[in-house]
């Protein structure tokens, strides 16, 4: 009996000690808080799937099938100066603009579109492989999600795959919305929840997960979605965060905590 319990004992703290080494290892994200700089008016008719600011432009891209659109607003005014619509049955998705061209996703369509940044005119189509979730442009090159923890690069004049790479850890993620951050970084919004990965598209490496499940409030949740659109304000730390349908977008900080998770 007693050489039984001694295994025991001596099973129970191999075991503790294993689950102590797990969770150190899980607990190697770091986490970022978000600091609330202020807010601004959101259509909550916008199914958004994409934002992006150029300058003095507010770019957004709306997805559902034969309500799809792509619109640009003043930054500073939200005025709005263009907008061009999707015909049915194409689901409009991310968007990023690559120097002279605004590319739009569509979600299955396997259609990317190229656009006139200032009046949204259509230029021409190409086709890819698979589905198009969120875009973004980071160091001459293009930067797509499809839904998985893979992120494609891909020209910005041909739209060709030049390349992946996937996640090294949070391999469930499924990446929607992309924002290519001025400090070289990737925010991705993680669907479907309140999510948002900080990446470094190079390694695929998870630099830090943000909580971004407080910022719209409980009355203000009927009718709305999931977060889904992340846009740097140019020249700035700051960056504008919205979701499906939101009544709001909030102008925020992504502010280490120091904190690890699971």
């Not at 958004?48 to 709306?62: K, N, P, V, W």
Request: aromatic letters at 6%; a negative charge; one cysteine or more.
């Amino acid at each position: 009996m007693e050489r039984m319990q001694r295994s025991l004992a001596i099973g129970i703290s191999v075991g503790l000690l294993l689950a102590a080494g797990c969770s150190a290892t899980a607990d190697a994200t770091p986490r970022m808080t978000i600091e609330l700089v202020g807010t601004r008016p959101h259509d909550p008719t916008a199914f958004t799937q994409g934002l992006e600011a150029h300058g003095d432009i507010l770019y957004e891209s709306t997805g559902l099938s034969g309500a799809s659109s792509i619109r640009a607003s003043r930054l500073t005014t939200g005025e709005q100066v263009a907008r061009a619509d999707l015909p049915a049955p194409y689901f409009g998705e991310g968007i990023t603009r690559a120097d002279t061209t605004l590319w739009q996703l569509t979600w299955r369509d396997e259609v990317a579109i190229a656009r006139d940044p200032a009046t949204l005119a259509e230029q021409h189509r190409v086709h890819y492989d698979g589905e198009g979730w969120g875009l973004c442009t980071r160091a001459g090159r293009l930067v797509m999600s499809d839904g998985s923890d893979r992120l494609v690069f891909r020209d910005p004049l041909t739209f060709a795959p030049t390349g992946s790479v996937r996640l090294s850890s949070r391999n469930d993620a499924r990446l929607n919305e992309l924002e290519c951050a001025t400090d070289g970084s990737v925010y991705a919004n993680v669907w479907p929840t309140d999510t948002i990965l900080r990446l470094d598209p190079d390694s695929g490496r998870v630099l830090a997960s943000i909580d971004a499940s407080g910022l719209l409030p409980p009355t203000s949740r009927a009718g709305a979605g999931v977060l889904n659109g992340i846009a740097q304000v140019p020249g700035t730390d700051r960056f504008l965060i919205t979701g499906k349908n939101w009544p709001t977008i909030f102008e925020v900080r992504f502010v280490s905590s120091h904190v690890s998770i699971e």
